[in-house]
């Protein structure tokens, strides 16, 4: 089971068994629908941009550990950045769960969402990391109002 | 067969069903460290050794087109190619061998019949049946060909066990009714329908009858003539041959009146600018080169699994079934989503607290391969409010050690997760 525990982290598991920033946001001005259709993740992301500032970040749905918790996490690192700060942790994360090499360090700089780069280690389960980071990253970015991983 | 062929009694066929684990080499090796247990034969089933020697002895020795050259590798692969037809014609009892085309398997045969059949036979107000229960190659080539012609998709419901629900069926099933396409067995949730029941029904009201039988081909015995059903399909990858290769059968008076799928050469006799005449069933509807090693694979298949004893293997999975149905509903928190009076090699399953996809991933590190996601039959899924199950599948080479190597696995992700 070592290795499994690489990939469920106990800091995963944990935002798993209660993501935290769960469910609708009343005020968000983006919403995004995200879905993984090969494996039936589903997951709508609230944002409530002020300022150039990611005020407020709420999601729900349903998925897999890794995408749930990776949801939240997400959302727990977000809230209170600006949009650049944002899109910036974007390219970071994208990074660390698609390259092996990302380094030691950088993965320090990440705290907490670097308990994600086990995934690396399983292809197939790179896009359930993913899909809120792409949504979120939508959601700054585009009107567009759903992503798709696939 | 001819008739100086000695009958051989079924005493001759093999019985030891456990024994046969053997005959397939991909089932001896190990996984992330244990040996394998290979339970997603509904995905894909493995190939005995007779299948990959037949193709590979095709392509290292006897390897040419078909149907062209006067040289002798051309013949020989002809030949093969026309021997693996006659066998699929056996294997599913068909009145005769120019019932059987060759295609890339059980999708394109379905497509055939809704692009050739269907294009010219539906209108507006007409009406395609098929059940909740298909999978997405038994919908959504319906659905093109409703949207071409202005015909309507009509489905039948299904009852919380996984059953099609009849009285429905009945209601639905009217004159309007031009095409029936039925899955034999269910390869989400295993339900085997009453296919014949519902294909009697079906033709008195004056359809023209399709069975997806890509997850009976493996499990059940295929008699296309005591079905009476004007259509069957299926793939040989899922009974232990090839992919790419798949049949589809289809009564000679309607084949004879069905314009081609494709054109090109094979199914032409003769071509001018002006006109082409279109070669005889069943090659009318095998336009290109086709899949010769598929082929030719597919028929050593039929002839491996001629040589095990029917009733024997049926009995054998259905005990294999029903102790896997019984050893996991013993896991605390399990749920089995299908629980059909008559079901065949699948048992769909998940934890309330732990995502299919998550199972999937830990099974596969204690060696467990099983599928996971929504099976390509969403509207199932959400028959049941569920985004995805885990998916055990069974064929005669699985043995109850593999069901209790299942458990044990999932009984450490119930320990990771918990």
Redo the contacts between chains.
Sequence with gaps: MSDLKDLYREVILDHNRQPRNFGELEDANRVIEGVNPLCGDRMTLYVKVRNNCVQDVRFKGTGCAISVASSSMMTEKVKGSTVDESLALFEKVHQMLTERSAEDAELADLGKLAALSGVREYPSRVKCAALAWHALKSALTSADNTVSTE | MSSIEPMVTDHSRITDIASLRADFPALHQNVHGKPLVYLDSAASAQRPQAVIDAMVLQEQRDHANIHRGVHTLSQRSTEKVEAARDAVCRFINAASRCEIIFTRGTTESINLVAASLGRSLLKRGDEVLITHMEHHSNIVPWQLVCEETGARLVVAPITDRGELDLAAFDALLTERTKIFAIGHVSNALGTINPVAELIARAQAAGAVTLVDGAQAAPHLQIDVQALDCDFYAFSGHKMFGPTGIGILYGKERLLETMPPYQGGGEMILTVSFDKTTYNELPFKFEAGTPNITGAIGLGATIDYLATVDFDARRRYEDELLAYATDTLKHLPGLRVIGEAEHKSGVVSFLFPD?????LG??LD?EGVAVR???HCA?PV?DFFGI??TARASFAFYNNRHDVDRLAAALE?AKE??A
């Design positions: 732990i995502h299919a996809h998550d991933t830990i590190k996971t996601g929504h969403m899924m985004p995805a450490k990771l997760f």
